[in-house]
Structure formats: structure tokens, C-alpha cells
């Protein structure tokens, strides 16, 4: 899985490590 946020990639890695992802989990929720 690869998270891309405005255009640049913000994180790669397989689901679980992505969902434990503190930056993922930010740009999602907008915090």
C-alpha cells in the first residue's frame, strides 16, 4: 500500500503498518 497526501508519497508499507502510521492517520482525520 503506498498513502500518497498532495501529491508526494507519505507512507508504503502493508496494511497494518500503515493503519499504525501516526502521519496516515493525521492526514486523514486532518489533525
Not at 498532495?6 to 486523514?28: C, D
Request: proline share 0%.
Amino acid at each position: 500500500i503506498i498513502v500518497m497526501s498532495y501529491g508526494s508519497k507519505l507512507a508504503e508499507g502493508n496494511a497494518k503498518s500503515i493503519r499504525n502510521n501516526t502521519a496516515v492517520v493525521n492526514a486523514y482525520l486532518g489533525n
